[in-house]
C-alpha cells in the first residue's frame, strides 16, 4: 500500500486545523480609483425660471436642464466620479416663502441625521455677487454627503445635493468625497445669478 496520497493529505488538510488562530475570511476590497488634476469650465444655465454660471469640474457635464412656470431641475452627471449633482431652482415672491424654502432644504439635510456621524456646514455670505445660503458636508455611511442652498435673498433660490451611484460605506468612498469637495468649493465660490 501506498503511504503517500495519505501524507499529503494529512499535511495540507489536517495539520492546518490543529493551529490555535482560527481562518480569517479577508475582507471585500474596493477599487482604487485614479481621478484627474482638477480643471474648471464655465458652465452656463438658462432657464425661464433661475439663470446663473458657476465654475464646474471637466469631468462633469450637464444631462439635464428642465423646467416649467415653477421649478427649475438640472441634472449635472459627475463622469468618472460616477453620481450625479441635482440643481433644484424656483423663484420666490415673499421673505415668507423665502423662509420656506430654506426650513425645507434644512430639513432634506436633518433626513440624514439618522446616518450621519457628523454635519459640518460652511456660511455663504457674498453681498458683492448677492449670493447667499449655507453648504453642507454629511461625513458616514449618507446618501448625500453634499448638500448646499444658495439665494439672492430677493427672488432666486436654488437647492443642491451631490448623489453618488453606489451603497454609502463613507470609509471606502472618502478618497472620492475629499475629492469632489475641493469640485463643490470652487462652484459655490463662482456661483453668479445671470437674470
Known amino acids: 500500500m501506498n503511504i503517500a496520497p495519505f501524507a499529503f493529505v494529512f499535511v495540507f488538510a489536517v495539520l492546518p486545523a490543529c493551529t490555535d488562530k482560527p481562518p480569517v475570511p479577508k475582507p471585500l476590497s474596493y477599487l482604487r480609483t485614479e481621478l484627474p488634476e482638477h480643471s474648471y469650465f464655465t458652465m452656463r444655465v438658462n432657464n425661464p425660471i433661475v439663470s446663473f454660471t458657476t465654475e464646474m469640474s471637466t469631468l462633469f457635464s450637464l444631462s439635464k436642464n428642465l423646467s416649467d412656470l415653477k421649478f427649475g431641475f438640472q441634472e449635472v452627471d459627475l463622469g468618472a466620479a460616477n453620481g450625479s449633482l441635482l440643481l433644484y431652482s424656483k423663484k420666490f415672491d415673499s421673505r415668507d416663502s423665502l423662509f420656506r424654502l430654506i426650513n425645507a432644504a ?12 457628523q454635519i459640518d456646514y460652511v456660511q455663504v455670505i457674498d453681498p458683492n455677487r448677492q449670493v447667499y445660503g449655507t453648504f453642507f458636508s454629511l461625513k458616514g455611511n449618507v446618501a448625500t454627503n453634499f448638500q448646499f442652498y444658495l439665494t439672492d435673498s430677493i427672488s432666486r433660490f436654488v437647492r443642491g445635493e451631490l448623489l453618488l451611484n453606489c451603497r454609502p460605506n463613507y470609509d471606502s468612498l472618502r478618497p472620492i468625497i475629499d475629492y469632489l469637495k475641493i469640485d463643490m468649493d470652487r462652484m459655490l465660490s463662482s456661483f453668479r445669478w445671470t437674470q
Do not use: G, S
Open 106 to 117: 434644512n430639513d432634506m439635510v436633518d433626513e440624514h441625521k439618522v446616518k450621519a456621524d
